[in-house]
């Protein structure tokens, strides 16, 4: 006579006695994110989400620009031209991308999204093309990267218990 295999309802029955029907049903605990939690750690899903907390953050304490016609928006992009970048404001579209892929933690998303957002309220589409000089002597980078050592801080503060829920 040949063996027969556990049907599934035996299955389930050994595994309720053994593990007790709580644990059967108890959802895996999600990680604790950090500051310096890898981005690459991190799915795409959980990066937009804490990208959308972020740009909620600047929103209600950084303010908008109003002179646009529309409200910003945003997106995650895991291909750039140039692999140097992690994010890019395109002030025609008053679009802000972060390319997710060359990022390496959740401290550098926060910082990016912010210093884009600085881009944001700044008159680019009028005055950021017309200085001659390099990238990191350009006054509206400048104010990009002071906005981001001022608010990085605080922004995680805020969000950090909502990230980690």
Not at 41 to 69: H, P, Q, Y
Not at 97 to 121: F, G, M, P, S
Request: hydrophobic share 30%; aromatic share 12%; with cysteine.
């Amino acid at each position: 006579m040949a063996t027969r295999r556990p049907s599934f309802f035996n299955f389930l029955k050994k595994l309720v006695m053994t593990e007790g029907i709580e644990n059967i049903y108890r959802k895996p605990k999600r990680m604790r994110i950090y500051l310096k939690t890898p981005a690459q750690s991190l799915g795409r899903k959980e990066l937009n989400r804490i990208t959308s907390m972020v740009f909620t953050w600047c929103k209600n304490n950084m303010g908008i620009n109003n002179r646009k016609a529309y409200r910003p928006i945003w997106s995650l992009s895991s291909y750039c031209d140039d692999c140097n970048i992690v994010g890019d404001y395109d002030h025609i579209e008053n679009e802000i991308l972060i390319y997710y892929k060359n990022l390496e933690d959740v401290r550098e998303l926060i910082a990016t999204c912010i210093h884009e957002w600085q881009h944001q309220l700044q008159p680019c589409r009028s005055k950021y093309n017309k200085f001659k000089g390099s990238y990191n002597k350009h006054p509206m980078e400048i104010e990009a990267y002071a906005a981001e050592k001022l608010h990085l801080s605080n922004c995680w503060r805020d969000i950090r218990n909502k990230v980690n829920r």
